[in-house]
């Protein structure tokens, strides 16, 4: 019923940039509520970033705030994580995450992994030093 696929990882250079796309197989994507995590080699999964219905209201992990930025395009269904200024440390497989919301349209899903319904297969974001 819900699909989200991940793309745009790769292996970049410490200070350089990426630009993953979450493309959702969602018949109402404008009532989800969406976000992003990440899960390094031996690590547990870590919340990044999170985005509301109508994309006013943000929040960011402390570790990637000035640096990454999300977004989305409910016409296109699909949320971006632009990451700029890599760190070896943003290492990771990136997960997108969908939470319906239908009845907060102003609200993220929030930081905690639990809150989400549904997960993308993730992509992989390699950052040498």
């Known amino acids: 019923q819900v699909q989200l696929v991940e793309t745009g990882g790769g292996l970049v250079q410490a200070g350089g940039s990426l630009r993953l796309s979450c493309a959702a197989s969602i018949e109402t994507f404008s009532k989800y509520a969406m976000g992003w995590f990440r899960q390094g080699p031996g690590q547990e999964r870590e919340f990044v970033a999170t985005i509301s219905r109508n994309a006013i209201i943000t929040y960011y992990a402390d570790s990637v705030k000035g640096r990454f930025t999300i977004s989305r395009d409910n016409s296109k269904n699909t949320v971006y994580l632009q990451m700029n200024s890599l760190k070896p440390e943003d290492t990771a497989i990136y997960y997108c995450?969908?939470?319906?919301?239908?009845?907060?349209?102003?609200?993220?899903?929030?930081?905690?992994?639990?809150?989400?319904?549904?997960w993308g297969q993730g992509t992989q974001v390699t950052v040498s030093s």
């Open positions: 995450a969908a939470k319906y919301s239908p009845s907060s349209p102003y609200s993220t899903a929030g930081s905690r992994s639990q809150m989400y319904d549904y």
